[in-house]
Nanobody, 115 residues
Framework: QVQLVESGGGLVQPGGSLTLSCVAS????????MGWYRRAPGKERELVAD???????NYAGSVKGRFTISRDNAKNTVVLQMNSLKPEDTTVYYC?????????WGQGTEVTVSS
């Protein structure tokens, strides 16, 4: 079983930055993929960014050039650095880990971009 603990959400002004972190714990070794999703009210959940064990990264088109995802395999941690935030980035962000053909989710952390 994998447990995920997220941190780093909050309120920020447009153009500002936030860093989201997620730590995975449990009996785990060599996580395949770690990433972040978000779901705005009334919309489908969407991939924001993920990073595969080999290091390849995927980003949603709407965040390319503004967000950067990284991971620390020794600490089972994934970090999403969000810069140049826009009001449309406002929603709940969920950490996701894919391990041993299972997908695990964090409880969500809220990001609000508003002046």
């Amino acid at each position: 079983q994998v447990q995920l603990v997220e941190s780093g959400g909050g309120l920020v002004q447009p153009g500002g930055s936030l860093t989201l972190s997620c730590v995975a714990s449990g009996s785990i070794f060599n996580i395949y993929a770690m990433g972040w999703y978000r779901r705005a009210p009334g919309k489908e959940r969407e991939l924001v960014a993920d990073i595969i064990s080999g290091g390849s990264r995927n980003y949603a088109g709407s965040v390319k050039g503004r967000f950067t995802i990284s991971r620390d395999n020794a600490k089972n941690t994934v970090v999403l650095q969000m810069n140049s935030l826009k009001p449309e980035d406002t929603t709940v962000y969920y950490c996701n880990v894919r391990y041993c053909r299972e997908s695990y989710w964090g409880q969500g952390t809220e990001v609000t971009v508003s002046s």
